[in-house]
């Protein structure tokens, strides 16, 4: 259960300004600290204090709450700033006597407060509520809250649902990544306002006080204690749906060796395909009739390691499609069920009974302080041939990319239909999705036959080792493999969780 203040501009605009006057984009949670300290010092829940009011001991203990716990994110609305260079000129009140002139009302011209054209609320968010007593002071000083800004941008506050578009990154400095770097109160910000409320509104000495021939406007000074800057990243979205949504692991009595791996996996397919006989759907066999439609992946027969999880040893991985009929799944994961042994050249080898697994659920999580990127195991090899046309130079990290968008093709927008000119707009569209490639080394191999299925004779085969990030295309945990063997044992990616600062620094 989350807690969440919402804002909501009346007039459809939110102004205000910062530093010199300067037009604040958006208000920042500092800002709403103090909005609430004013409600709770001047409205109806203010106590007595001499001749003036202060926060009641409960509105200073939810703002100190406030203070030690910053939103855990905000949300922002689709904003449109009002541009101009207007003046606004206004009476202060004071008087003025310039050169020989006779003393004259001071007229004073100030940049006008433009403002932010708003469609939507601004809400402020934590993933944890406050305890009660907090919660229900902040539900009650929320009304109490005129405007956010300046008069003119009244505001309706209230604690509301909220989804946040940005989230706090606690670990973010200047010099790196994007977001919002918003003011934030700290421990000490209500403190530090009230104090410079009183001595403001004290009575001055009767000697400053006293009348003069030309009188300047004194602004107060800005109060920057209690104050941080938070950096509010723009929320990620949850990822699209995995390529393969479940596997089914079996256990083995050892690895199978990376240079053997896609001619095992040929004879686990063969396997398969005689278990479940005639009619042996296509995402199986990988047979589809012609003006058929074919999904971006069928089953996938992958090998893990000594350290595979799930099962204790070495394990085959059988995935299962995303766009597959629940009749054929039923067929292969019945299939699946009967198989004990497979026979190869180099000697048949037994599998135990499968375990299924959720694929997006499938590697552990990653180390703490860790970013979590992917190798391939042992190798990939690329989908396509080098563009003949080169608008660029290809690189294996552009091949390696353009893997990863076939793998995903369908989460992108429509690109060309055929040829090199949707190559290099599905590897641009995974490059956009925030894939990075890094350290693609060709493996010079004596039978680089062995890391592949079939192929044209047309295709260059350069298989290629890589580590390489998959961006929001999925999540942390999930299996996936790339590359023209991924269905039939190569270009597995396995988890390479690298250091924060390190990953950081080869996403730029």
Request: with cysteine.
């Amino acid at each position: 259960m989350s807690f969440a203040i919402v804002a909501e501009p009346v007039l459809g605009v939110y102004k205000g300004h910062v530093g010199s006057g300067e037009l604040d984009p958006l208000p920042s949670p500092a800002r709403l600290h103090a909005a609430l300290l004013c409600a709770a010092a001047q409205g109806v829940r203010a106590v007595p204090d001499g001749d003036s009011l202060q926060p009641c001991d409960i509105d200073r203990e939810a703002l100190r709450w406030l203070e030690a716990n910053p939103p855990d994110g905000i949300a922002v609305p689709q904003t449109l700033p009002n541009g101009g260079g207007a003046t606004a000129y206004r009476q202060e009140g004071l008087i003025v006597k310039e050169g020989r002139g006779p003393l004259s009302d001071k007229l004073v011209g100030k940049p006008a407060v433009t403002g932010v054209a708003v469609t939507g609320r601004y809400a402020w968010t934590w993933e944890q509520p406050p305890p009660e007593p907090v919660a229900a002071a902040l539900t009650a000083l929320c009304p109490e809250v005129p405007y956010l800004g300046t008069t003119e941008s009244p505001v309706r506050l209230v604690v509301a649902e909220a989804d946040p578009t940005h989230r706090l990154d606690p670990d973010a400095d200047l010099f790196t990544g994007d977001g919002l770097d918003l003011a934030v109160a700290v421990a000490g910000r209500s403190d530090a306002l009230e104090a410079a409320h009183r001595e403001s509104t004290a009575v001055p000495p009767l000697k400053s006080d006293a009348h003069r021939s030309s009188e300047k406007t004194v602004a107060p000074p800005i109060v920057t204690a209690g104050v941080e800057l938070g950096r509010y990243a723009r929320a990620e979205e949850p990822p699209p749906p995995t390529p393969w949504t479940s596997v089914l692991l079996f256990g083995m009595a050892g690895p199978v060796p990376p240079q053997l791996r896609v001619r095992y996996a040929v004879a686990v397919h063969r396997a398969l395909v005689s278990l479940v006989g005639d009619g042996a759907p296509a995402i199986l066999t990988g047979a589809y009739g012609d003006n058929v439609p074919q999904p971006a992946n069928r089953c996938a027969i992958q090998f893990l390691g000594p350290d595979a999880p799930h099962v204790d040893g070495s394990a085959m991985a059988l995935l299962l499609p995303r766009d597959a009929d629940d009749i054929d799944l039923t067929l292969i994961r019945m299939a699946a069920h009967h198989l004990r042994q497979v026979k190869v050249s180099a000697g048949p080898f037994g599998v135990k009974p499968p375990v299924e697994v959720a694929a997006d659920e499938f590697w552990p999580e990653p180390a703490a302080g860790t970013q979590r990127w992917w190798q391939t195991d042992p190798v990939a090899v690329p989908d396509s041939r080098p563009p003949r046309v080169r608008v660029r130079d290809w690189s294996l990290a552009d091949a390696a990319a353009l893997s990863v968008a076939l793998v995903w093709r369908d989460e992108f927008e429509k690109v060309p239909e055929r040829g090199e000119a949707r190559y290099q707009a599905l590897a641009r569209a995974a490059s956009a999705r925030g894939v990075r490639v890094e350290s693609a080394v060709r493996v010079m191999d004596g039978d680089v036959g062995r890391y592949v299925h079939k192929v044209h004779s047309d295709t260059l085969i350069q298989p290629y080792r890589a580590v390489l990030n998959l961006g929001n295309l999925t999540g942390p945990r999930t299996i996936a493999a790339i590359g023209q063997s991924r269905h039939l044992g190569g270009g597995l990616l396995v988890p390479r969780d690298l250091p924060e600062s390190i990953a950081r620094r080869l996403a730029r």
